[in-house]
């Protein structure tokens, strides 16, 4: 993982981190497991070991914690189950647990699902915070000696990401969710963005329509940074760009573009198939192969994968996502 800059999109810590929230979907890690494979596909260093796996029964709520000398990773998996399903279908609203503003909402289902693992997960990251000496402070990273806190997840876990960002109270380097839908009302977005928008960054395929839920007439807002991948991105940006400089992707993306972006992709997946993708577009190995994809950036640059590597980490993202099943 690279060093956090603040207010900064790292491209290279995107692709590692969802290719740890797709991990976070397997049942069959367990403590001490050798999870370089996951961080080796995706350009990491050797040395990632799994540090804990907590699961929750009643909700049917999975976090895979990783670790390696300088880092830790915390990891929620997203909707796998009908459990899943019932978190999602409650949205109503509820005071955010944990501290904030009193007029700080909530989705209840996502709340609910935190609250079930909160305990046992609020252990583990102590221990093996305390272990390098973690500062009580929220941002940047921790003292000297400490992990390097990454949350991540895809989404019902990248909702829970945030949730368990803005209640822990440790050192965050950053928070990386893809797919995830919205999890507050202005309020609780206006509370997590004064505390942790600089180290937080939302990944959004531009054709992932759960993205776009639960809205229920502008109850729910997103928070933190956007970077959006328009649905003409992955294959013809960069070139009508003739940017050296350019990525396929827009942070904080106007809302036109967001708008060109849905018409392109809605007409294109029609005139190929006559048909719409919707929840295939919302998988997390589109996902992972998307910031995987070769074609990122056409220009050389030995700080990203090349054309062979980028097949590698797809076939890397194969074995990860296996039993993973499709939404």
Not at 62 to 71: G, I, M, S, T, Y
Not at 181 to 208: H, I, M, Q, W
């Amino acid at each position: 993982m690279n060093a956090p800059i603040p207010n900064k999109y790292d491209l290279e810590n995107a692709r590692q981190l969802a290719g740890f929230a797709a991990a976070a979907y397997e049942s069959d890690w367990s403590d001490g497991a050798d999870g370089s494979d996951v961080a080796d596909g995706w350009g990491g260093s050797d040395g990632w070991d799994v540090a804990g796996r907590i699961v929750d029964g009643g909700t049917d709520t999975q976090v895979v914690l990783w670790k390696n000398a300088q880092d830790l990773i915390v990891a929620f998996r997203g909707t796998r189950s009908l459990r899943n399903f019932v978190t999602d279908l409650r949205a109503r609203r509820v005071a955010l647990a944990g501290g904030g503003p009193r007029q700080a909402e909530v989705h209840e289902g996502f709340q609910q699902a935190l609250n079930s693992v909160w305990e046992a997960l609020k252990s583990s990251v102590e221990k093996l915070l305390r272990a390098g000496g973690d500062a009580q402070q929220r941002v940047p990273a921790g003292g000297p000696g400490a992990p390097r806190l990454w949350i991540t997840g895809h989404s019902l876990g990248g909702a829970l990401a945030k949730l368990f960002a803005i209640r822990c109270q440790w050192g965050i380097a950053g928070v990386y969710t893809f797919g995830e839908p919205r999890g507050g009302n202005a309020a609780f977005r206006d509370y997590y963005e004064a505390l942790l928008k600089s180290c937080t960054f939302r990944v959004v395929d531009g054709e992932d329509f759960i993205t776009r839920i639960p809205w229920l007439l502008g109850m729910y807002r997103h928070c933190g940074t956007e970077v959006f991948y328009p649905s003409f991105g992955r294959d013809a940006l960069l070139r009508v760009a003739g940017c050296a400089a350019a990525q396929p992707y827009q942070v904080s993306p106007p809302w036109w573009l967001k708008g060109c972006s849905d018409v392109f992709g809605t007409w294109r997946e029609y005139h190929a198939g006559h048909r719409l993708a919707l929840l295939a577009d919302h998988h997390v190995s589109r996902y992972v192969e998307m910031l995987s994809a070769p074609n990122l950036n056409p220009n050389p640059n030995p700080l990203l994968p090349s054309e062979s590597e980028g097949r590698d980490r797809i076939k890397i993202t194969s074995k990860i996502r296996s039993g993973i099943p499709q939404p």
